[in-house]
């Protein structure tokens, strides 16, 4: 069974940078596709970026127009591990992310795709 560890969550000033972390155990890493989604009190679950697995053709990437600039997702095969850099934050971004995994998947935006879930990890942005 795939188990999902996110890490990195904080407190950040409007303008700051923080980098989230997944720590994925139990499975292959290299054969899910990993994506990163938030939620804010109120809202709903929203996707934030993805990132394909190994076997895709490429390595292909996805981000809400929201992040695109912003944020980059990456992944570490050899630490099984995926992140998400975030730069430039806002108060919008302040949400609890999440991240999730799907078996050979491409960059899917859509959270019922996914088989997997993180705890999640808060991040909370000042103005």
């Known amino acids: 069974q795939v188990q999902l560890v996110e890490s990195g969550g904080g407190l950040v000033q409007a303008g700051g940078a923080l980098r989230l972390s997944c720590a994925f155990s139990?499975?292959?890493?290299?054969?899910?596709?990993m994506g990163w989604f938030r939620q804010a009190p109120g809202k709903e679950r929203e996707f934030v970026a993805a990132?394909?697995?190994?076997?895709?053709?490429?390595?292909?990437?996805d981000y809400a127009d929201s992040v695109k600039g912003r944020f980059t997702i990456s992944r570490d095969n050899a630490k099984n591990t995926m992140y998400l850099q975030m730069n430039s934050l806002k108060p919008e971004d302040m949400a609890v992310y999440y991240c999730?995994?799907?078996?050979?998947?491409?960059?899917?935006?859509?959270?019922?795709?996914?088989?997997?879930w993180g705890q999640g990890t808060q991040v909370t942005v000042s103005s």
């Open positions: 999730a995994a799907l078996r050979f998947g491409s960059v899917p935006s859509r959270d019922y795709k996914y088989d997997y």
């Open positions: 139990g499975r292959a890493f290299g054969n899910y596709a």
């Open positions: 990132i394909s697995w190994n076997g895709w053709s490429g390595s292909s990437t």
